[in-house]
T-cell receptor, first 114, second 114 residues
Framework: AQSVTQLDSQVPVFEEAPVELRCNYS??????LFWYVQYPNQGLQLLLK??????LVESINGFEAEFNKSQTSFHLRKPSVHISDTAEYFC????????????FGQGTTLQVKP | KAGVTQTPRYLIKTRGQQVTLSCSPI?????VSWYQQTPGQGLQFLFE???????NKGNFPGRFSGRQFSNSRSEMNVSTLELGDSALYLC?????????????FGPGTRLLVL
């Protein structure tokens, strides 16, 4: 079965501390991996994605994620968070053969405290 | 380039009524995907249209339907509304002709069923 699991529903962290949001998937076919962020009362914005090639991908605002095929994971990390990073983060997977369809994890609320 | 737009942004209906939501994709995009977001079930894929044809479908009852016009604009319809249909409905667009493409999301339509 094809599924996506985000292991933490909420992650509280202090400003300037590092953070890791975990994402695991289950699939028997090739996958394309995404992290989206959702601010209150807004739609989803793409943070970063992995299609192929280097397993480490970075975003313009300091987030990075590493694709680990053996562990079927795509964890999101940031070495130093800001108050403005407070939002809900969704891991999403597109499975080969299903163009246009994203399967999302349940989401992780990142709460950055001063 | 204008982003994905959705109308209306907010909607209140009563049980048994029907509703139509509209989505205008980014210019040049031919794929439109629809998702339902609820606190309990998270983000769930409804269906995807590409060049006026439904190409992918999620596990929703037949009360949920959609269509796409020749200009790639898409509508989704929910008939015989139930309380559980209260949700944020998001649409996303992409070029749709390659696997792993980024989907760009609109701000959503928040539907409340009373």
């Amino acid at each position: 079965a094809q599924s996506v699991t985000q292991l933490d529903s909420q992650v509280p962290v202090f400003e300037e501390a590092p953070v890791e949001l975990r994402c695991n998937y289950s699939s028997s076919v090739s996958v394309y991996l995404f992290w989206y962020v959702q601010y209150p009362n807004q739609g989803l914005q793409l943070l970063l994605k992995y299609l192929s090639g280097s397993t480490l991908v970075e975003s313009i605002n300091g987030f990075e994620a590493e694709f680990n095929k053996s562990q079927t994971s795509f964890h999101l990390r940031k070495p130093s968070v800001h108050i403005s990073d407070t939002a809900e983060y969704f891991c999403a997977v597109s499975f080969s053969g299903n163009t246009g369809k994203l399967i999302f994890g349940q989401g992780t609320t990142l709460q950055v405290k001063p | 380039k204008a982003g994905v737009t959705q109308t209306p942004r907010y909607l209140i209906k009563t049980r048994g009524q029907q509703v139509t939501l509209s989505c205008s994709p980014i210019s040049g995009h031919r794929s439109v995907s629809w998702y339902q977001q609820t606190p309990g079930q998270g983000l769930q894929f409804l269906f995807e249209y590409f060049s006026e044809t439904q190409r992918n479908k999620g596990n929703f009852p037949g009360r949920f339907s959609g269509r796409q016009f020749s200009n790639s604009r898409s509508e989704m319809n929910v008939s015989t509304l139930e309380l559980g249909d209260s949700a944020l409905y998001l649409c996303a667009s992409s070029f749709g002709d390659r696997e792993g493409e980024t989907q760009y999301f609109g701000p959503g339509t928040r539907l409340l069923v009373l």
